[in-house]
């Protein structure tokens, strides 16, 4: 059984989607060993103690700097002793030192069909820019915003009709079900990434 650590900052419904995939046996390989969240009032917080789900809480302003606060993350991140590192909403930008310590290990979701528009407000980029099809992207994390190797995407249609809220809610749907699905993929050992191309096995 893989230990899965996730990070968020918000809301919590993808980190959610993986509690309650693991309760309804879609994610049989896996089990959550703790929340990381950098805002005190994460809804996510609420979820975890609702599910027995340990906290580690990093209030990035009670920090002193980029730095330190980094320091902290690797040491909270260690703590959990987790095989793999979900974020899920984590809305803070991992330094290169986590990022090469955990080489592998951290996979990100985002609400857009990547490459195309990485960053914040993905849905709103995707609208502006009137694609027809938009999405969400599991990716394992490299140094890079939104740039590492693709595990999983599933897309929706634009609507006409569509504003930034109703084109996130469709995307957020198909989100809840990517990410469970990588996750468990993952923890079978299932993942094998061979530069930028990741094979399913
Ligand atoms: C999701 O849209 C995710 O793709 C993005 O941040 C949002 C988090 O939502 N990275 P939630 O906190 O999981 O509800």
Redesign the pocket.
Known sequence: MKRVAVL????????QAIIDAMKSGEITSGQCCGLITDNPDAY?IIMAREAGIPVSLLDYHCFSSREEYECGLIRAMHGTNADLFV????MRILGTKIVSEFAGKIM????ALLPSFPGLHAQRQALECGVKVAG?TVHLVDEGMDTGPIILQECVPVLQEDTEESL?DR??FR?HRCLPRAVQLFCEGRIRVEERRVYIL
């Open positions: 968020a900052s918000g809301r919590g419904s993808n980190f996510a974020l899920a909403g984590y990100n979701i985002h609400p969400c996130s995307i957020l989100e």
